[in-house]
Nanobody
């Protein structure tokens, strides 16, 4: 059974930093591209970042480019999202997801096969 378990969310002041993690089990982690999505109340779930199987290539949403960094450790079956210079509008539930896709397809949430339960990130203004 595939499981993706996010952790590391919490409350942080605007301008601060936070790192969320996603531990995967039940799948060959290094065969999957991994993505982070987020969903704020009343809004659709949106793409944040994605990383290739090897970790050599990354994609970012324009809204987080230069502030967020996605990385992965295949030896630990874990993907990370380092979030710096956080803004109030970054507040959302953050989800990790896995898929055997690449290219511009990584922005399309409907193509991801596996999802975590999410972790809440709240940025106070």
């Amino acid at each position: 059974q595939v499981q993706l378990v996010e952790s590391g969310g919490g409350l942080v002041q605007a301008g601060g930093s936070l790192r969320v993690s996603c531990a995967a089990s039940g799948l060959t982690f290094s065969n999957y591209a991994m993505g982070w999505f987020r969903q704020a109340p009343g809004k659709e779930r949106e793409f944040v970042a994605a990383i290739s199987w090897s970790g050599g290539t990354t994609f970012y949403a324009d809204s987080v480019k230069g502030r967020f960094t996605i990385s992965r450790d295949n030896s630990k079956n874990t993907v990370y999202l380092q979030m710096n210079s956080l803004k109030y509008e970054d507040s959302a539930v953050y989800y990790c997801a896995g898929a055997q896709i690449w290219g511009t397809a990584v922005r399309r949430r409907e193509l991801y096969r596996y999802w975590g339960q999410g972790t809440q990130v709240t940025v106070s203004s």
